[in-house]
């Protein structure tokens, strides 16, 4: 893995991340946060997130 591979990784990393902080932002706004999420609640979050990501890529 050469230099830019891996900054190109962390950088997606770091994204990600920041992409997750704003998404927990949201729901705790719709106060899904205020207890304990359920996994399917956090499981159509990131639902939610690969498929905006899918759309961007295509």
Do not use: W
């Not at 949201?26 to 979050?45: G, I, K, M």
């Amino acid at each position: 893995m050469n230099a830019s591979h891996a900054d190109r990784k962390e950088r997606k990393k770091q994204l990600l991340r920041e992409l997750t902080q704003l998404e927990i932002e949201e729901l705790r706004e719709e106060n899904v946060f205020d207890r304990t999420p359920h996994y399917s609640q956090l499981e159509r979050a990131a639902s939610k997130l690969g498929k905006l990501l899918s759309r961007e890529t295509q």
